[in-house]
């Protein structure tokens, strides 16, 4: 909210520090402000009032009582002093019935008669301009005008316009001709009826529902409770008789109200944040005063208040020990005593209670209505440690027991994962946990597994992300025009129906790129202390054998022991063309939970053999089709444990090679642990294996 | 039979041994002198014919001879294998300006590292690191840290802008969530710090994203202060700039703290005195804290009568992108290799 400078001096007599000193001040000890700005002969202060202190500080007196606060200066409330005109009862103008005692908890209003309507004062006006307001008339920029001063909405109704309670009045009393006694109006306050309109000030229309307060006369509307005047009753140049409203409503029923026809204003943004019951009548007297003053209106005898219920101040015990030991300083208590008496806290009591020492240890405050923020001894003990100065308070190292922290295993193997990634050569990029609604066709996800936001900001960001793949892949979209090879992964949350979270770990390369980035997850399981990895068939559900994210005959199931933990394969090129990528793209899919929960520490060195080792190479024909991983297990049965390593140096498919088979070599590494291998042994190992390798069918040891 | 000229030999082959160039000419020269038919192999075989006497000493001399020559030999062919690397060497001059060849690295993002380095910190401090869901219920988020429903910090906190499930539940607005998770399985004393992934339905913007991160702390025991409270975010923030910086602590507002505190640090681009960096304030905002609320206490089924701590959330976003001067926060989830790479 914007202050003037100026103003907030009119409540002292002596100098305000300068509108820059004082701008810090209150950023130290009240609340942050945003903007100094000089503006003709005021300074303006843009001050971020917190929430929790709108009830007394979205007005001028409250951040006068912060200054007096913080500086010690006393200031003075504003003048208020009426004349009452004895001969006008404003019980004989205005009655005010108020239905609901918990949206309204309190009504007051008076009547002023012979206004003269018009401009409004220059003083008033400039203040006005200066806190954003556009000057009206006199009548609605006092209104205004006492708002910005004490924080209380006024409303003012041009009583004439008003419903009269019996219309026939005027007439069963011939003798009031000459000098003709008013008609008594009422005013309800109520929720509207349904089908109630109201026609605004501003002339916007707005069609009422049941649960929106309103200010009624005997007929209809004509005001929205707390948050904007009617048309109706509009004050206006020939207004001659004004009832100021100045009430209390509840905040919860203005909020809703408010946010029910989508309309703010500065009366319900004060009344959503909740005010003081006990403030109306400061407020309504201050206007009255000003009114007067200003317009030589005459104010009518007695405020009509509907008030069933007081707000009284609240008592809290404050125990000093308790605020030393929060805050970690010791102020002395003569200190603390004055704080709260310039925050207008009473302590009662007049005697704080003694401890055992003689020492008073406790003190019972009374908290001023205006104060809605503080309830606990802990709010008090905010008020003094940042009247005080947060910035006394030293910095000092806890006490505390030594307790080592506990390692977070999620943490560690995320950590041990991204690091070995890293030093594959792979980058991590982080996305957007949502996928839009274009993503979900692309990748016909169905809206029942997905789980979708209420109020997304954007279609782009409808559903929580399923997969990690279909952002994985819009990067590699994205940035296929500046890099060639492009290998990136992302570690991170995915969400499926029920709300369901997990981790997974996806990577990707450009390319055709199967077998390298096998290579990459088996480095990435070794390395996380994983062996017994396999891979499978890619084995589509019904449904997935439709439409698949992957290529169906290039992707497999990644396997530990029994359990599939994740995909590996390429994407099918139906989708890549959709996401305009001009490369073939290979991607892992990991769920990261299984794979934490099989990852190991453990690990054991193998000794290394003093003995040689001595290799032999294979060359076999095989069946196009055959899977290498059959040839590969066959040696190694046949071989046994004297094999140490077999290594695949060359695969070759050519013209030179009977139809429908492949050449595959081999060097085999053959190695004892407790001897030097003969070459009989060796050759006799060989002639075995190549003997058990020509069992099967069609295959064929080139010699 | 010819006479023996020994020291003819000697010289002669000294001679011949000085000017060879290569080691293929001093192989020839070997072989002339010491090979199977070289010259002393030939005075040797010669010395049968010749009385005992006369053949021993000349024997000996023939073999005093050979021993010296072989030392010649060897000399020379170091001499002249050492002329030839030199000559190689020299031959192999590269550039040694021309560019190195970098191996293909892979690189982790600026916030896992950023989120690494304040792990360890706290961690060296006692914190213990600890995680939460990202899908949250309304009590963990809201009710439980004292911001019940209609509550005006709901809407006018940012907290307030929560992004909602259509099967219920919400995407947490911020890791507070989890100190009523943590507590209500853990007794005080505790020390914890929480990162994570929270969510907010905003516009993005250089400075807003629809999703970033957050570090919680929480520290509760028998007696714990704001006075504590300053020490360890000091002391972090020192660590972590790695440098001595100051803090000043201001009043604030959060429904789960109270006091309520926020945390400036004073600019690194100007100490304080004013810069572009701070908007001529000499401050930086960090972060939200304060001591938690007795409210909140309750929801985790403490009481409040015998338990202090406090509280902080920082973003970690913010903190990367000022240890690393980036000036867009939406780098970071862009994917943006030529980002990504830098780090």
């Given at each position: 909210?914007?202050?003037?400078?100026?103003?907030?001096q009119?409540?002292?007599?002596?100098r305000?520090p300068?509108?820059?000193k004082l701008?810090?001040?209150?950023t130290?000890?009240?609340f942050?402000?945003s903007?100094?700005?000089?503006?003709g002969?005021?300074?303006?202060?843009?001050i971020?009032?917190?929430?929790?202190?709108?009830s007394?500080?979205?007005?001028?007196?409250?951040i006068?009582?912060e200054i007096?606060?913080?500086?010690?200066?006393?200031?003075?409330n504003?003048?208020?002093?009426?004349?009452?005109?004895k001969?006008?009862?404003?019980?004989?103008?205005?009655?005010?019935e108020?239905?609901?005692?918990?949206?309204?908890?309190?009504?007051?209003a008076?009547v002023?008669t012979?206004?003269?309507?018009?401009?409004?004062p220059?003083?008033?006006r400039e203040?006005?301009?200066?806190?954003?307001?556009?000057p009206?008339?006199n009548v609605?920029?006092?209104a205004?005008y006492?708002?910005?001063?004490?924080?209380?909405?006024?409303?003012?109704?041009d009583?004439?316009?008003?419903?009269?309670?019996?219309?026939?009045?005027?007439?069963?009393?011939?003798?009031?001709?000459?000098?003709?006694k008013?008609?008594i109006?009422?005013?309800i306050?109520?929720?509207?009826?349904e089908?109630e309109k109201i026609v605004t000030l501003?002339?916007?229309k707005?069609?009422?529902e049941?649960?929106?307060?309103?200010?009624?006369?005997t007929?209809?509307?004509?005001?929205?409770?707390?948050?904007k005047?009617?048309?109706?009753?509009k004050i206006?140049?020939k207004?001659?008789?004004v009832?100021?409203?100045?009430?209390?409503?509840?905040?919860?029923v203005?909020?809703?109200?408010?946010?029910?026809?989508d309309l703010?204003t500065?009366a319900?943004w004060r009344?959503?944040?909740?005010?003081?019951p006990?403030?109306?009548e400061?407020?309504i007297n201050?206007?009255a005063y000003?009114?007067q003053e200003i317009t030589?209106?005459r104010?009518a005898?007695?405020?009509?208040?509907?008030?069933?219920q007081k707000?009284l101040p609240?008592?809290?015990k404050?125990?000093?020990n308790?605020?030393?030991?929060?805050?970690?300083?010791?102020?002395?208590k003569?200190?603390?005593?004055?704080?709260?008496k310039k925050?207008e806290?009473k302590i009662?009591?007049?005697?704080?209670?003694?401890s055992?020492?003689?020492?008073?240890?406790?003190?019972?405050?009374?908290?001023?209505?205006?104060?809605?923020?503080?309830?606990l001894?802990?709010?008090?003990?905010?008020?003094?440690g940042?009247i005080?100065?947060?910035q006394?308070?030293?910095?000092?190292f806890?006490?505390?027991?030594?307790?080592p922290?506990?390692?977070n295993?999620?943490?560690f193997?995320?950590?041990r994962?991204?690091?070995?990634?890293?030093?594959?050569?792979?980058?991590e990029?982080?996305?957007?946990?949502?996928?839009s609604?274009?993503g979900?066709?692309i990748?016909?996800y169905k809206?029942?597994e997905?789980?979708?936001?209420?109020?997304p900001?954007?279609?782009?960001?409808q559903?929580?992300?399923?997969?990690?793949?279909?952002?994985?892949?819009?990067?590699i979209e994205?940035?296929?025009r500046?890099?060639g090879?492009i290998k990136?992964?992302?570690?991170g949350?995915i969400?499926?129906?029920?709300c369901k979270?997990k981790?997974?770990?996806?990577?990707?390369?450009?390319?055709e790129?199967?077998?390298?980035?096998?290579?990459?997850?088996?480095?990435l399981?070794?390395?996380l202390?994983i062996?017994?990895?396999?891979?499978?068939?890619?084995q589509?559900t019904?449904e997935?054998?439709k439409f698949?994210l992957?290529?169906p005959?290039?992707?497999?199931e990644?396997?530990?022991?029994?359990e599939e933990?994740g995909f590996?394969?390429?994407i099918?090129p139906?989708?890549l063309?959709?996401?305009?990528i001009?490369t073939?793209v290979?991607?892992?899919?990991?769920?990261?939970e299984?794979?934490?929960k099989?990852?190991s520490?453990?690990?054991?060195?193998?000794?290394?053999?003093?003995?040689?080792s001595?290799?032999r190479d294979?060359?076999?024909?095989?069946p196009?089709e055959?899977?290498?991983?059959?040839?590969?297990?066959e040696i190694?049965?046949?071989?046994?444990?004297?094999?140490?390593?077999?290594?695949?140096f060359d695969?070759?498919?050519?013209?030179?090679?009977?139809a429908?088979k492949?050449?595959?070599?081999?060097?085999?590494?053959?190695?004892?642990q407790?001897?030097t291998?003969?070459?009989?042994?060796?050759?006799?190992l060989?002639?075995?294996i190549?003997?058990?390798?020509?069992?099967?069918?069609?295959w064929?040891v080139?010699k | 039979?010819?006479?023996?000229?020994l020291?003819?030999l000697?010289?002669?082959a000294?001679?011949?041994?000085?000017?060879?160039?290569?080691l293929?000419?001093?192989n020839?020269?070997?072989n002339?002198?010491?090979g199977?038919?070289?010259?002393?192999?030939?005075?040797?075989?010669?010395?049968k014919?010749?009385?005992k006497?006369?053949?021993?000493?000349i024997g000996s001399?023939?073999?005093?001879?050979?021993?010296?020559?072989?030392?010649?030999?060897?000399?020379?062919?170091?001499?002249?294998k050492?002329?030839i690397?030199?000559k190689?060497?020299e031959?192999?001059?590269?550039d040694?300006t021309?560019?190195?060849?970098?191996?293909a690295?892979g690189?982790l993002?600026?916030?896992t590292?950023?989120?690494?380095?304040?792990?360890?910190?706290?961690?060296?401090?006692?914190?213990?690191v600890?995680?939460?869901?990202?899908?949250e219920?309304?009590?963990y988020?809201?009710d439980?840290?004292?911001?019940?429903?209609d509550?005006?910090?709901?809407?006018?906190?940012?907290?307030?802008?929560t992004?909602?499930?259509?099967?219920?539940?919400?995407m947490r607005s911020?890791?507070?969530s989890?100190?009523?998770?943590?507590m209500?399985?853990?007794n005080?004393p505790?020390?914890?710090v929480?990162?994570?992934?929270?969510?907010?339905?905003?516009?993005?913007?250089?400075?807003?994203e629809?999703?970033?991160?957050?570090?919680?702390?929480?520290m509760?025991?028998?007696?714990?202060?704001v006075?504590?409270?300053?020490?360890?975010?000091?002391e972090?923030?020192r660590?972590f700039f790695?440098?001595?910086?100051?803090i000043?602590?201001r009043p604030?507002?959060?429904?789960f703290v109270?006091p309520?505190?926020e945390v400036?640090l004073?600019?690194?681009?100007c100490?304080?005195?004013g810069?572009?960096?701070?908007?001529?304030t000499?401050?930086?905002?960090?972060?939200?804290?304060?001591?938690?609320?007795?409210?909140?206490f309750?929801?985790?089924?403490?009481?409040?009568?015998?338990?202090?701590?406090f509280?902080f959330?920082?973003?970690?976003d913010?903190l990367t992108?000022?240890?690393y001067k980036?000036n867009?926060?939406?780098?970071?989830y862009?994917?943006?290799?030529r980002?990504l790479?830098?780090?």
């Amino acid at each position: 909210m914007v202050f003037s400078y100026n103003w907030l001096q009119s409540f002292f007599k002596k100098r305000l520090p300068n509108p820059q000193k004082l701008a810090e001040l209150l950023t130290m000890h009240s609340f942050e402000v945003s903007e100094v700005k000089k503006i003709g002969k005021d300074w303006i202060l843009d001050i971020d009032v917190l929430p929790n202190r709108a009830s007394d500080c979205f007005s001028h007196l409250g951040i006068a009582r912060e200054i007096s606060a913080i500086t010690g200066l006393s200031y003075q409330n504003p003048s208020l002093i009426i004349r009452e005109d004895k001969e006008l009862k404003t019980k004989d103008f205005v009655s005010v019935e108020v239905k609901s005692r918990q949206a309204c908890p309190r009504y007051t209003a008076r009547v002023i008669t012979e206004v003269k309507v018009g401009f409004s004062p220059k003083w008033i006006r400039e203040r006005l301009q200066i806190c954003g307001l556009r000057p009206i008339n006199n009548v609605v920029d006092i209104a205004n005008y006492v708002m910005l001063e004490t924080g209380q909405p006024l409303h003012a109704f041009d009583l004439e316009k008003l419903e009269s309670t019996n219309p026939k009045s005027e007439i069963q009393n011939p003798k009031q001709i000459s000098n003709p006694k008013p008609q008594i109006k009422k005013i309800i306050v109520r929720f509207a009826k349904e089908g109630e309109k109201i026609v605004t000030l501003d002339e916007e229309k707005y069609d009422l529902e049941k649960n929106i307060l309103v200010i009624a006369d005997t007929k209809k509307p004509i005001a929205i409770a707390g948050i904007k005047g009617g048309l109706s009753a509009k004050i206006d140049l020939k207004t001659k008789v004004v009832v100021l409203e100045s009430a209390n409503f509840n905040s919860r029923v203005i909020r809703r109200g408010s946010k029910s026809i989508d309309l703010k204003t500065d009366a319900s943004w004060r009344f959503e944040h909740g005010l003081d019951p006990n403030l109306t009548e400061l407020a309504i007297n201050r206007a009255a005063y000003l009114i007067q003053e200003i317009t030589g209106g005459r104010v009518a005898l007695g405020l009509v208040d509907v008030y069933p219920q007081k707000v009284l101040p609240k008592q809290i015990k404050l125990d000093l020990n308790y605020a030393k030991s929060l805050l970690g300083i010791e102020i002395p208590k003569t200190e603390i005593l004055k704080i709260l008496k310039k925050l207008e806290f009473k302590i009662a009591g007049g005697r704080p209670l003694q401890s055992a020492g003689g020492d008073p240890l406790q003190i019972e405050v009374q908290v001023p209505t205006f104060r809605l923020d503080i309830s606990l001894p802990e709010d008090l003990i905010e008020e003094i440690g940042r009247i005080y100065g947060y910035q006394k308070i030293p910095a000092r190292f806890p006490l505390a027991l030594l307790q080592p922290p506990k390692r977070n295993l999620d943490i560690f193997w995320e950590d041990r994962a991204k690091d070995i990634l890293k030093e594959i050569g792979f980058s991590e990029v982080y996305n957007y946990s949502f996928i839009s609604e274009k993503g979900r066709e692309i990748f016909q996800y169905k809206n029942t597994e997905l789980v979708e936001i209420v109020n997304p900001i954007s279609s782009d960001f409808q559903y929580l992300r399923p997969s990690l793949i279909p952002n994985l892949l819009k990067n590699i979209e994205k940035n296929q025009r500046n890099f060639g090879e492009i290998k990136i992964f992302e570690l991170g949350k995915i969400f499926k129906k029920d709300c369901k979270e997990k981790r997974a770990l996806s990577g990707v390369i450009t390319g055709e790129a199967f077998y390298e980035l096998k290579g990459v997850v088996d480095l990435l399981l070794n390395k996380l202390g994983i062996s017994n990895i396999w891979y499978d068939e890619y084995q589509p559900t019904p449904e997935e054998s439709k439409f698949s994210l992957w290529h169906p005959k290039k992707c497999a199931e990644i396997k530990v022991n029994h359990e599939e933990i994740g995909f590996l394969g390429e994407i099918s090129p139906r989708i890549l063309d959709n996401l305009k990528i001009g490369t073939k793209v290979t991607v892992f899919d990991i769920d990261f939970e299984k794979l934490s929960k099989l990852a190991s520490e453990e690990h054991e060195y193998q000794p290394i053999s003093r003995f040689p080792s001595a290799i032999r190479d294979l060359a076999i024909l095989v069946p196009w089709e055959t899977r290498i991983e059959e040839v590969l297990n066959e040696i190694e049965t046949a071989g046994g444990l004297l094999i140490r390593d077999i290594d695949l140096f060359d695969i070759y498919e050519g013209e030179e090679l009977p139809a429908g088979k492949k050449s595959l070599a081999f060097h085999i590494i053959y190695q004892a642990q407790d001897r030097t291998l003969t070459s009989e042994e060796i050759n006799l190992l060989q002639k075995k294996i190549i003997s058990v390798l020509e069992k099967n069918s069609g295959w064929e040891v080139r010699k | 039979m010819a006479k023996i000229n020994l020291k003819l030999l000697k010289k002669e082959a000294q001679k011949e041994i000085k000017k060879t160039r290569d080691l293929k000419g001093l192989n020839e020269v070997f072989n002339k002198y010491l090979g199977k038919k070289g010259e002393l192999s030939l005075i040797l075989r010669s010395l049968k014919k010749l009385p005992k006497l006369r053949r021993a000493k000349i024997g000996s001399e023939v073999n005093e001879l050979k021993d010296f020559l072989k030392i010649k030999f060897e000399q020379k062919a170091e001499e002249i294998k050492e002329k030839i690397k030199q000559k190689i060497e020299e031959k192999e001059w590269i550039d040694i300006t021309a560019p190195g060849r970098k191996p293909a690295l892979g690189h982790l993002h600026p916030l896992t590292l950023v989120k690494r380095k304040v792990e360890e910190i706290f961690q060296s401090m006692g914190f213990t690191v600890i995680e939460g869901p990202e899908i949250e219920t309304e009590w963990y988020n809201f009710d439980a840290l004292n911001i019940p429903k209609d509550h005006p910090a709901r809407d006018i906190l940012s907290l307030g802008k929560t992004l909602y499930l259509k099967a219920g539940g919400l995407m947490r607005s911020h890791t507070s969530s989890v100190q009523i998770r943590y507590m209500e399985k853990n007794n005080p004393p505790f020390r914890i710090v929480v990162p994570g992934r929270i969510f907010r339905q905003e516009s993005t913007d250089s400075s807003h994203e629809i999703n970033f991160y957050q570090l919680e702390g929480l520290m509760v025991d028998k007696n714990i202060s704001v006075a504590n409270f300053k020490a360890i975010i000091e002391e972090f923030f020192r660590r972590f700039f790695g440098k001595d910086t100051k803090i000043r602590l201001r009043p604030s507002y959060f429904p789960f703290v109270e006091p309520g505190l926020e945390v400036d640090l004073i600019c690194l681009s100007c100490q304080g005195k004013g810069c572009s960096v701070c908007s001529q304030t000499g401050w930086l905002e960090m972060l939200g804290a304060g001591m938690v609320h007795p409210n909140v206490f309750k929801s985790a089924g403490y009481n409040p009568k015998f338990w202090q701590g406090f509280a902080f959330g920082m973003g970690l976003d913010r903190l990367t992108m000022m240890k690393y001067k980036i000036n867009d926060i939406r780098l970071f989830y862009s994917g943006d290799l030529r980002f990504l790479n830098q780090f």
